[in-house]
């Protein structure tokens, strides 16, 4: 079955940088778009952003716009987030999700048909 596999989360000081990566496993990953959301305790699981199959669209959410990217290496089937300029507010759980609908909004939950375990980003101040 279709496995998405998170890495690189941690804790760091606000201000501070992690990547994350998704490695994808029997899924056909250059015919997905891939996404990024999280859900911080107590919280409704939110968009953070995605990119398209051949990586030319990208979306974010206006929180994270300026400070994270998103890129994805179809050769590696991985997908990876750069996030920058991290505040406390940042903090959650972080999941990577695959999907084949992109439309002309931002991208929602119900776009993505697979999902990953997710990585816990905690921000300190």
């Known amino acids: 079955q279709v496995q998405l596999v998170e890495s690189g989360g941690g804790l760091v000081q606000a201000g501070g940088s992690l990547r994350l990566s998704c490695a994808a496993s029997?899924?056909?990953?250059?015919?997905?778009?891939m996404g990024w959301f999280r859900q911080a305790p107590g919280k409704e699981r939110e968009f953070v952003t995605a990119?398209?199959?051949?990586?030319?669209?990208?979306a974010f959410a206006d929180s994270v716009k300026g400070r994270f990217t998103i890129s994805r290496d179809n050769a590696k089937n991985t997908v990876y987030l750069q996030m920058g300029s991290l505040k406390p507010e940042d903090t959650a759980n972080y999941y990577c999700?695959?999907?084949?609908?992109?439309?002309?909004?931002?991208?929602?939950?119900?776009?993505?048909?697979?999902w990953g375990q997710g990585t816990q980003v905690t921000v300190s101040s």
């Open positions: 990119i398209s199959r051949s990586g030319g669209m990208v």
């Open positions: 029997r899924l056909a990953f250059s015919n997905y778009n």
């Open positions: 999700a695959a999907g084949l609908s992109w439309g002309l909004r931002l991208p929602i939950a119900a776009d993505f048909h697979f």
